[in-house]
């Protein structure tokens, strides 16, 4: 024998123990799955809450997640009854749903707030399939905005399908399978404290099965370790590269002088003078400044090329108005305005009327009459 074994012992082992190889993946959270659960829950539903205060035009306050397990069990003996259970299937990036779980009252609320109400008296309506039909939009815009963040922390296209909504009376014999079948055994619950404005202050849930957060937690990991991969210095870069060697510099021909060199004496011989070159620092060469010159400005214009500015002006249109007085009224007084209505204005009979030029004050003048048409007479330019 080899020491390995073959894939019929494998199976026996699998069945003495009772479990299968779907069974690992529904096997309870670890510390630090439910850790990163949790924080990806949290900038998720952080972002479906400024989607929602869109939508409600209120403040939208989600409280961090806090992440547990849970059975059906535990739902029902725990949550308000009826609720809103809203399916929430992802169709690229993953694979499975999850269930956001609302009380009716809080969707009441956040439907009336959609549609124009102002949500202070939820009991007095009844859930129709209008506020489902609503509830589900909202949900739509809101966790669709959740998936783009989740794409953004994953490192890969995320999108969900519409919604869909259900009224579940958890006081009722309900199969909890009908609704989805994980919910038949242990699941992951995410719970939320939302409040939106003074009107809502109530606790929501995200119910996960067990494969569809490790898949979440599985594919976070895998982005994080191509993170630290990317960031870790390679062998190349961290090998010590050899210092650049200088280039030489062409050498220049300076005044040499002679200078006595002391050299020290042998044992038993005389000590002898030898001359030695020594170079001499250079003498800085004087930089040569002078200040800059600019061409003098003309005085003036020529009356050639004054004429010729004009001239490109002289055909564009300008409005002229002529004013025959002005006034004050308040918004009362110009309701009460009706055929027959006179306006008393800030002119005397008889003074000049006003003439503007594109709303510029330039003259002024009298009112005649050409060809049964009116006309103004200039008496008076404006300097």
């Known amino acids: 024998m080899d020491g390995m074994l073959s894939q019929e012992e494998i199976n026996a082992l699998l069945n003495e123990s009772g479990g299968s190889l779907d069974s690992v993946s529904e ?7 439910k850790d990163a659960i949790g924080e990806i829950a949290n900038i998720s539903m952080g972002t479906a809450a400024t989607t ?20 059906w069990d535990d739902i029902v003996a725990t949550y308000e009854k009826p609720c809103v259970f809203i399916r929430i299937a992802y169709t690229v990036g993953l694979d499975g749903s999850n269930i956001l779980v609302l009380k009716e009252s809080d969707v009441k609320v956040i439907t009336d707030l959609m549609m124009g109400g102002d949500g202070l008296h939820p009991d007095e309506t009844e859930l129709t399939e209008l506020h ?15 998936a783009t963040s989740m794409s953004s922390m994953l490192n ?27 919910l038949a055994g242990q699941f992951v619950k995410i719970s939320f404290r939302m409040e939106i404005g003074d009107l809502v202050d109530s606790q929501i849930m995200q119910l996960y099965p067990f494969s569809f957060a490790r898949e979440m937690y599985a594919s976070i990991s ?8 990317a960031n870790a210095p390679s062998a190349e870069s961290t090998t010590p590269t050899p210092a650049p060697q200088q ?3 062409p050498r220049q021909e300076q005044p040499m002088t002679e200078q006595p060199m002391m050299a020290q004496p042998m044992m038993g011989q005389p ?9 001499q620092p250079m003498m800085a060469q004087p930089i040569n400044v002078q200040p800059a010159q600019f061409q003098a400005f003309s005085q003036g214009i020529s009356p050639a090329l004054q004429s010729e500015n004009i001239d490109l002006i002289m055909d564009v249109p300008m409005d002229v108005t002529v004013e025959l007085g002005r ?49 103004v007479r200039i008496t008076e330019i404006v300097k």
């Open 27 to 33: 096997q309870p959270l670890s510390d630090s799955e």
């Open 222 to 229: 895998k982005n994080m370790e191509i993170d630290a991969s």
């Open 52 to 71: 929602l205060f869109s939508l409600v035009n209120r403040k939208v306050e989600i409280s961090t997640p806090v992440v547990s397990f849970a059975t």
């Open 271 to 279: 000590m002898m003078v030898q001359p030695m070159m020594v170079q």
């Open 156 to 182: 890969k296209m995320i999108d969900i399908s519409p919604p869909e909504a259900d009224i579940i009376d958890l006081t009722d014999t309900v199969d909890e399978r009908e609704i989805d079948k994980f």
């Open 327 to 375: 006034t004050s009224k308040s918004i009362q007084e110009i309701l009460d305005f009706s055929p027959g209505t006179i306006i008393e204005l800030n002119k005397i009979a008889g003074e000049p009327i006003d003439i503007l030029v594109n709303g510029k004050y330039v003259a002024k003048g009298e009112v005649v009459v050409i060809e049964e048409n009116f006309g």
């Open 132 to 146: 489902l039909s609503a509830i589900s939009e909202a949900m739509n815009q809101m966790m669709g905005s959740a």
């Open 247 to 249: 280039a030489e510099m």
